[in-house]
Structures are given as structure tokens and as C-alpha cells.
């Protein structure tokens, strides 16, 4: 019969369908994996470039005075275009090459890598391996965004893989990726390192009176509050629950001391619904702070530390910010 012919093309059509958007769906998975990989190795480089920058700074340092000068007051000044890619001040200068997210990728001047070449061989092999890592750099940019501008691929996938869903700050495991790499980084240059340990105040009974959807508007925006007390070189993540944690890289315990501060201050007079009825009257964090290495040997410890200040702080009566000096 006619009918029975058209429903059996009707019904094959729809499975041809079907099997078509599973191919796409796994054709857009694996693009997104790949996205995902190729970003990673992109600070992977990113931080060589700032190992080798800091190393020609020195290079720089060690060829400009006589052998054994010693004077600390009239070493050569470090290049502004060194301390932008070591501290990660990428937006400072525009001359170079822009990413995505509209700041320059980090680079060594012409200006400072002619000065190189011409000092020392010593300077003209760090110059090279410099201009080929940011080669390489170059490329995997490129490959980025030939993935992004595919039409199968979702960047949004990505931040499923390693951001929180709720307040998009990055999620607990690039937090503990991103710190074992710091503390490694802190090690092999000499650089302190701190971490923060943030913990809602009362949020359970936030929570129990005005609503978990309620609760959840305050760890938006104080994530929102983190986010504008960080850099771009800093990490800030939410730990899990009513827990946020922060990397302040190159940053000492009594700098992150500050940043805590500022924090604390912008949560406790932020407009949150309610906050009246809390027990303290407004809705407040608590803060530890920890250094590497005065304070610990690994990235464990270092959280470990971190949180014990947190812990001091809440019982302390909390909305306060903890920090053990290495005279303590």
C-alpha cells in the first residue's frame, strides 16, 4: 500500500536523522576536547615564555656591570616589557599581538631583545628560544581559534570542564591543577606565593530562611566581588559549598593580607536582601591566608594552612581575615 510505503520512507528518514546528530554530537565532543587540550598547552607555554623572559632580564643584569660588582642600588632597571609578562600585566601594552579576550599576549620588545643580541652569546641563545617559544605560542592561538570559528564546536563545553556552573569561577579541580603548577613555578624562581581560603559566614541560615535560589544569588555575586580583587595572573576558584579559594601569584603573605581586607570590606557592605536577620547583622566572609614557603613545603600544606587561618577566623566570630605571620 502506498501509505505503508510512505510511513517506512518517513520512519527511515527520522533514523538517518538521528544517527546524523549523534555523528554531530561526537564530532562537536571532540572538538571540544581538543579545545580543550590546545588551550592548556597555551599557558603551558605562556609560562615558559615568562621563565625565559625572566631569565634574559637576568642575562641583561649580569652583562651590564663589571664582573663581581655588587651594588644593589645601580643595577640596570628591568625593562617595563619583562615586568609585564612576569607579573602578568599583559594589558599595559598594546603593541603586540591581541588574544580573544582583548588583552595583548605577552611578548619581549624588539627594543629589549635588539640590547640582548648585541651584549652576549649568552643573550642571543635566550633571545632565540624566546623568539621560537612564542612561535609556537602563535600557532596554538591559531589553532584555537580555527576550532572556535568551526561550526561544530561549542566553546561553551570548555567551561564545563573546568568551571563552577553557579558563579563561573574556575571549579575545585583546575584549583588544585593550577596551584600545583604555581607551587612548582614559586619553586624553581624563587617567587612567594599565597593563597586565600574564603568562607561564607551564616549561609546555612541565609539559606533556611530566604531559600537556596536566594543562597545562591549570594555566592554569585560575591564571586563577582573576587573577580574585581583579582588579577589576570591570579587564580580564584569556588572550592565547593559556601568555599571560594584564590592563588595570588608572586604575591607575599602580608600583600595577600591586604587583598583579604578588601575583600571582607566589599562583602560586609554589599546590599544583600535580608542580610538584617543574619546573626551579625550582615552577610560576611572569613578569610585565612597563607604564604609559600615561609608556611608550608606543597601545595597540600599550603591550603591546609590556609584553611586552619579560615577556621581561626569563624571561631573568632567571623567576618574577619586570619593571617599567621612567619614571626608568629
Known sequence: MPGGKDRNDVSNLALNLVEA??????????????????????????????????SLDEALQMISKPKGYREESDKPARPPEIDAVLLGRFGESTDGPVGR?????PTVSSRTMGE????????????ERIAATQSELG???????????????????RDLVIRDELTG??????????????????????????????????LKIYNDTFGHPKGNEVLRAIAKLIRKQTRYADTAARYGGDEFAIILA???????????????????????????????GVVSVSIGVAEFPSEASSDRELVQRADEECLKGKRAGKNRVMYRTPSD
Open 169 to 202: 569561577l574556575y571549579n575545585y579541580r583546575y584549583f588544585q591543577d593550577r596551584l600545583r603548577f604555581e607551587v612548582d613555578e614559586a619553586k624553581s624562581r624563587g617567587y612567594p606565593l599565597s593563597v586565600l581560603m574564603i568562607d561564607v559566614d551564616f
Open 101 to 105: 579576550d582583548g588583552r595583548p599576549h
Open 21 to 54: 546528530v549523534k555523528d554531530l554530537q561526537q564530532q562537536n565532543a571532540q572538538l571540544a576536547l581538543k579545545l580543550v587540550q590546545t588551550e592548556e598547552l597555551i599557558g603551558y607555554y605562556e609560562n615558559v615564555l615568562r621563565v625565559l623572559a625572566q
Open 139 to 157: 600557532a596554538l592561538r591559531q589553532q584555537v581559534e580555527e576550532l572556535l570559528s568551526h561550526g561544530g564546536a561549542d566553546p561553551r563545553m
Open 116 to 127: 640582548a643580541a648585541s651584549s652576549s652569546k649568552l643573550g642571543q641563545g635566550l633571545l
Open 250 to 280: 608572586a604575591t607575599p603573605g602580608e600583600g595577600a593580607l591586604l587583598v583579604g581586607e578588601r575583600l571582607r570590606k566589599e562583602v560586609e557592605m554589599y546590599p544583600f536582601e535580608g542580610k538584617e536577620s543574619l546573626p551579625n
